[in-house]
């Protein structure tokens, strides 16, 4: 099996509640970060990993990716697959199944938006290629409080930046997390995930779960996690996170003092 990355599946199905009434009918992977979307952003941190394919995961009739990706002039191959139905992140990613050829590929949610050199997917990538495991994390300690909002990982053994991964929590209650280390919204997977989607239970709301089958991945074939190297993250997929990232671009070019 070759590991190479190739393809990289965006979850872009949500309705961005959060930003309402504006994503009423411009999608939030489409609101600017100065003068680009932060879909923008993504692609270029793709494109720095050698990303050739992507598979955006997108509502009905919200299909902005094609028609920007040709107006930029991007050497990349944009597939969209639609979510008629949103049933958690696993349902997202299940629904790229018949657009993904490789034997292993990126995700990346959109919605966070980590400034680094080189970029998180391409550590991920160089990482990958050093290990055995099926899978790879990107993950970073958050404090305490703020571990209810994540997925958390129970580490095992340690090896520079890398570590084997136990388990998982979703969103642990208070008191209740394995460690620090939170999955960020960067992944590889091995095709085999569709497996494990197709065989768990939903959850709450019916929702299938990425963390469920990620903890499937970990028991039968081998999960790591990579702590990556930052500059900076921010949650856009909230006002204040977003609010964040222009102020640090704006800055960072020069429009702000």
């Known amino acids: ?5 190739r393809q990289a599946v965006i979850p872009m199905a949500g309705k961005g509640t959060r930003f309402y009434p504006i ?18 952003y993504i692609l270029d941190q793709l494109q720095s990993a050698g990303v050739e394919e992507i598979i955006c995961v997108i509502a009905p009739g919200r299909d902005l990716a094609t028609p920007y990706v040709e107006k930029i002039e991007r050497r990349m191959t944009i597939i969209t697959v639609l979510q008629e139905e949103q049933k958690g992140l696993g349902h997202a990613i299940a629904c790229a199944q018949g657009a993904i050829t490789d034997d292993y590929f990126l995700v990346v949610l959109p919605d966070v938006l980590i400034e680094a050199a080189p970029s998180v997917p391409a550590q991920l990538c160089r990482a990958f290629q050093a290990i055995e495991t099926a899978g790879l994390i990107a ?3 958050e404090p305490q409080e703020k571990l209810v909002h994540y997925g958390v990982i129970a580490p095992g053994k340690r090896d520079g930046a890398l570590m084997q991964v136990e388990d998982l929590i979703e969103k642990p209650r208070p008191g209740r997390a394995p460690s620090r280390y939170v999955a960020v919204g960067q992944y590889i997977l091995p095709a085999k995930i569709f497996h494990y989607l197709r065989e768990i239970a939903p959850g709450a709301n019916g929702e299938i779960q990425l963390t469920d089958a990620l903890c499937c991945v970990a028991r039968d074939d081998g999960l790591s996690a990579l702590e990556y190297e930052e500059h900076a993250m921010f ?4 006002l204040p996170g977003w609010l964040a990232a222009n102020i640090y671009y704006g800055r960072r070019e020069g429009f702000l003092p």
């Open 235 to 238: 949650d856009a997929g909230q």
């Open 23 to 40: 994503t009423h009918v411009v999608p939030k992977e489409f609101l600017p970060i100065l003068n680009r979307p932060l879909f923008h």
């Open 1 to 5: 099996m070759s590991r190479n990355i």
């Open 139 to 141: 993950t970073r300690q």
